[in-house]
């Protein structure tokens, strides 16, 4: 499975941006789907995730109410819809694919991981 994400850039405190993360080569609908992120000098921290149905998702606490997340899985895409950005969101943001087909925050449970796209909001 190789996983592209993108959607990535500047933007100002307030503003929005949405991510996407397409999926190629073995890809699976039977999978959850997350959002990570990680900023300079920082630990890779959850964001968000989906499950294999889209119907159920769990947020990390510094994104809950900002950040939404959503699959198509007819286009094996995920998004990350993020409003309200502010500068502590800046990191570079991972989309992964989960080994269990329902949400998870725990790193361990990822198999499948992005290159990244960077995010920089400015003050």
């Known amino acids: 499975v190789q996983l592209q994400a993108s959607g990535g850039g500047l933007v100002q405190a307030g503003g929005s941006l949405r991510l996407s993360c397409t999926a190629s080569?073995?890809?699976?609908?039977?999978?959850?789907m997350g959002w990570f992120r990680q900023a300079p000098g920082k630990e890779r921290e959850f964001v968000a995730t989906?499950?294999?149905?889209?119907?159920?998702?769990l947020y990390g606490g510094s994104v809950r109410g900002r950040f939404a997340i959503s699959r198509d899985n007819a286009k094996n895409i995920l998004y990350l819809q993020m409003n309200s950005l502010k500068p502590e969101d800046t990191a570079v943001y991972f989309c992964a694919v989960s080994l269990r087909s329902t949400v998870t925050s725990d790193r361990s449970q990822y198999r499948y991981w992005g290159q990244g796209t960077l995010v920089t909001v400015s003050s």
């Open positions: 080569g073995r890809t699976s609908s039977n999978n959850g």
């Open positions: 989906v499950d294999w149905r889209g119907s159920s998702t």
